[in-house]
């Protein structure tokens, strides 16, 4: 990892000041300065202690007459594996359980109301391989499997909304496994579901092995602290399914994620995709992605010509929130654990779209009218050519 890039911000921070670098934050993420939070002494101590960045930042709305302000905090955490994929099962995800632990325990301390993992937090990326043991073992029960009793415990203490993404077993229904996110409520009660909308089928992310489409539709979850949806990985690459939790309401959509710079993977497509959704839906968006480098102990191939390989590649991190208005905050480094806060006022997003009237002026009766004619088996394209007669 010596060689690795920190972050893109290392960069901007090591080569612009002063003018310049407000010119750079003015332009690319949106506002001159950041609003960094102060966090508390501690927070930095423990973050120190555990090997893991902590930053967090303020999206403010205006003041209105009629609406108090909504203040939210939001976190996200991304994490490595807490030990060598050729340990036990239970080994391997106690080392995790340690690791998030204390992050979470810093999140408890700095307020935060709503906080998200990663895709899969609780087990290494274990899909590239196409095995089915051990890692079946790491699937679980959304309902009160040992990733959710842990969870529930630090969200009824610190009375914090935890969005857990699983690997889910479903034992009521044949003992089928899905990629699900559980949304905990600050009481530590089990609030709802939701499994991934769209399984990736490229490069060594080999999911659909395990795993089909998710059967739970768009669902947004009604939370003490404001309307959540999450959103997972590869659904977002699909713009409608991010709409569709803007359909139904969501004022904050999270999008754990796991991926890396390799084939299938998305370094370039990273900082647009969860910043476009938050720009057309007019709602804020948090990216999430796993870090750090896994390795098993198989060598396993993904039919793509390249050779037997043991090592999924750099999960990059760069986790990130965005605002309605398109305004991001710098992201979390592109190889160490972190946890990132976002001090948000949800009245934000009636204000942009009042402002901006994506909302108001989509045509979703227009699209429906032509999307039901383009699934239709007989649809001809509507292409005017000065070549051919359609
Ligand atoms: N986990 C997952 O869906 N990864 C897909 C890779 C990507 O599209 O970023």
């Not at 796991?258 to 497509?269: I, L, Q, R, V």
């Amino acid at each position: 990892m010596e060689n690795e890039l920190h972050s893109l911000e290392s960069i901007i921070e090591k080569n612009l000041s002063g003018h310049d670098l407000e010119e750079f934050n003015r332009i690319y993420y949106g506002r001159r300065d950041n609003l960094p939070l102060k966090l508390k002494e501690s927070s930095f101590a423990a973050a120190e202690e555990g090997n893991f960045d902590v930053a967090g930042y303020a999206f403010p709305a205006a003041l209105e007459h009629t609406r108090p302000p909504r203040i939210v905090r939001l976190a996200v955490v991304q994490h490595s594996l807490g030990t060598s994929t050729d340990k036990p099962v239970h080994e391997q995800r106690q080392a995790i359980y340690e690791k998030v632990k204390r992050i979470i325990d810093v999140a408890g301390e700095e307020g935060v109301n709503i906080l998200c993992l990663q895709e899969l937090w609780s087990l290494p990326y274990v899909f590239c391989t196409r095995e089915k043991q051990p890692w079946c073992e790491f699937a679980e029960s959304a309902e009160d499997g040992p990733s959710i009793k842990f969870l529930s415990e630090l969200a009824a203490k610190y009375n914090m909304v935890i969005i857990s993404p699983i690997l889910e077993r479903d034992e009521s229904h044949g003992d089928v496994l899905w990629n699900t996110a559980v949304v905990i409520s600050e009481t530590g009660a089990v609030l709802g579901k939701h499994r991934k909308n769209h399984i990736p089928r490229v490069g060594d992310f080999n999911e659909s092995t395990y795993y089909m489409e998710g059967n739970t539709g768009h669902p947004v979850f009604e939370t003490r602290y404001g309307r959540i949806a999450v959103l997972i990985c590869f659904g977002r690459h699909h713009s409608l399914n991010w709409m569709m939790f803007g359909n139904n309401g969501a004022e904050i959509v999270f999008n754990p994620n796991a991926t890396t710079a390799a084939e299938g993977g998305s370094k370039w497509m990273w900082n647009i995709e969860a910043r476009n959704a938050a720009i057309h839906n007019t709602y804020f968006t948090a990216a999430i992605n796993r870090v750090g480098y896994e390795t098993f102990p198989n060598e396993f191939t993904s039919g793509d010509g390249k050779p037997a390989h043991k090592d999924f590649g750099l999960c990059y991190g760069s986790s990130f929130f965005c605002g309605p208005d398109g305004v991001r905050c710098p992201g979390l480094s592109r190889v160490r654990d972190g946890l990132l806060i976002a001090e948000v006022d949800l009245n934000k997003n009636r204000q942009i779209a009042d402002r901006r009237c994506y909302r108001m002026t989509q045509r979703l009766d227009y699209y429906v009218q032509s999307l039901s004619k383009v699934v239709e088996l007989d649809y001809k394209r509507q292409i005017i050519s000065e070549f051919e007669k359609q």
